[in-house]
């Protein structure tokens, strides 16, 4: 959907003449009281659920959580997946035309696209809400960055959601968040590809340093235990070698299995994702901190939400640790809100939101049960 | 110290004509009985303890452990610091002249540099204890890296100590603790200047990776406590900007202050340490497995060792968590070893073993206390 009219931005600066990606899945209903909003984390986009058409590999992100039957039912409610600006999925982005450019120069944002923060996004997706004609959410949900997004949709409109469902997410990043999202971004920004974010006129793209940044967010995916079980310190080709008993002796080559799987998914990643999206939204990340306005009072910055939360958390996940939900679960009770939290006892780290616990789908499942009956009363 | 003879390396490889830099502090006592050796961990050197003449801040990393008067006294211990076998602090590394070299080509070793492992450089460590004629040493001590050593110690000439400190260290490397060093080193191999490993004849140096390397490092040695305690989520211009309220909203330059001091800590490394040497040494500490041949049995491991052992671990040291060391400690008590272990609650991570905390510095002083003791006896 295009928005001819500019969006003003939290930095002060504004986005003209944009447009966002999105999918819906579902029908909407008479009284338009079902649609769910998702919203989606670093890497992912609006195709949430389903797959396209002669694509069977095409599932969305979180195809296991939404769909006909499954725990956020497409059944009873209409959800709509969107990409946020700054992606590289089909919204505007660093890789669209930048309209203000000067004639002549290069055309593409590139690094001179805006930074955007969770509340800009939040601001964006209420105006595409607005064109739909949608004016209350049944719900906001979202894991990860998008557990910000539906937490920040419940305090910059508090009207118009019913219920906030905010998945393995955190009321702002510690320092160790942040050091993490700044090695990536250096290794970015120093990849002699990157050209100061306009590589796209140098037909280069900063691959060494996508790569990297993807291992490196990898690694803090995955709990220790979960790397331990899948890879331990087996080493690459274990059946032949383990068998000799010997290691290779190199330090350039592949050794152990853990070391495959991350060059292959930074490898992976470097063929799709773009480059200065990654550094927006890791900025993003950072920025996000409703409390800050508060002097750090998370409880007082929460009081504005009116609407019924679900928060859940993963035991083993330490990029946002349960400790995180729980002062997010603290905050809404100090101000009475209507707050249900399920800590899910999982190995796989903070990529558990995205896989099948029967715990985790049963929870997320009984609470849009409860939403549907209230849509019912 | 020279060695001429060639010393034959656990991959099969060997290495001739080969120095080692070591200090000594103290004095050797007439039956030689009171030598302690201290290991080195990833970026230090044989420069444990005291200060070089005329260069006031030239502190021996270990400065505050060792010395006279201080838990590892020098007034009765003759401590020898000693720099490995492909490090860069004056020892024959990768940036030595290579004897094999053809005529003609580049003389250093670069990456021809052979890989060596925790075995290797115990066994280099015994070849200067044979030429300054020690027979038995008190101790052998180390952190971390230099923890393995000491262990290793134990394992491969258990006749020639009578006592292994073991600080803030494992048995060996989990999938996770593989992967950042995997992400390190990749990042360094693959920066454009590294050049496989001989950039020296280039004239360049990978500066961006080791960088990046190092800014990785930095953030596992550090506790997530300490962190958010150091820097949290204050910005680099705090008083001014803090007062505005505002962000510079900035995907490259430096908003939060952990940002300023990862950069710090990534520049200070990439002008001294070796990218050679930063491989060869991650990957010793990747290969370092006693168990690996005993089918992972760590009790059947240690059976070898028949020396006494201090352990010590630190609560917040999420790197070589407490839990790994208590490993060592099991181990060694299936054994019916004699085992003191100490886990210190401290708040800074990993780094704490070269910090100054009265409990641990009161628990190796008192451990040398009693060697002190035994050889008195």
Chains 1, 2 share one sequence.
């Not at 928060?311 to 002062?327: C, G, H, I, K, M």
């Not at 006892?345 to 549907?372: C, E, I, N, S, T």
Request: hydrophobic content about 40%.
């Amino acid at each position: 959907m295009h928005f001819p009219a500019a969006l003003p931005l939290q930095s002060g600066a504004s986005i003209r003449d944009y447009s966002l990606s999105f999918e819906t899945y579902g029908a909407l209903n008479a009284d338009k009281s079902n649609a769910v909003l998702i919203c989606h984390a670093l890497n992912a986009s609006h195709h949430v659920a389903g797959v396209y058409p002669g694509q069977d590999k095409s599932e969305g992100w979180w195809d296991n959580m939404i769909g006909p039957g499954k725990p956020l039912d497409t059944n009873r409610f209409f959800v709509i997946g969107v990409n946020n600006l700054g992606s590289c999925f089909g919204s505007t982005g660093p890789m669209s035309l930048n309209p203000d450019a000067p004639v002549g120069s290069a055309r593409v944002y590139g690094a001179d696209f805006p930074v955007v923060t969770v509340e800009d996004w939040v601001n964006a997706q209420a105006r595409l809400l607005d064109a739909m004609g949608i004016d209350v959410l049944a719900a906001a949900m979202g894991g990860s960055l998008g557990g910000m997004q539906a937490l920040s949709w419940a305090l910059q409109y508090p009207q118009r959601l019913r219920h906030a469902v905010v998945v393995a997410s955190a009321p702002n990043l510690t320092a160790e968040n942040i050091a993490f999202n700044e090695v990536a971004r250096r290794a970015i920004t120093t990849d002699p590809d990157f050209h100061g974010g306009h590589f796209y006129a140098h037909g280069v793209i900063p691959k060494r340093g996508l790569r990297i940044a993807r291992m490196i967010g990898h690694i803090t995916y995955l709990s220790d235990d979960v790397m331990n079980e899948k890879f331990g310190r087996q080493l690459r080709e274990a059946v032949s070698r383990e068998a000799a008993g010997s290691y290779l002796y190199s330090t350039q080559d592949v050794e152990f299995q853990i070391e495959s799987y991350l060059r292959y998914q930074g490898d992976k990643f470097a063929e799709y994702f773009d480059a200065n999206t990654y550094l927006l939204i890791t900025r993003a990340l950072d920025y996000f901190d409703p409390a800050r306005s508060y002097g750090g009072d998370l409880s007082q910055a929460l009081a504005r939400a009116t609407c019924k939360f679900l928060l859940v958390s993963f035991t083993t996940d330490w990029r946002f640790a349960p400790q995180r939900s729980r002062e997010i679960v603290k905050a809404l009770l100090d101000n009475r809100r209507d707050v249900s939290y399920a800590e899910i006892d999982a190995p796989h780290g903070h990529d558990a939101f995205l896989l099948d616990d029967p715990r985790y789908m049963g929870v997320v499942g009984a609470y849009f049960d409860g939403v549907a009956k209230e849509m019912a009363a």
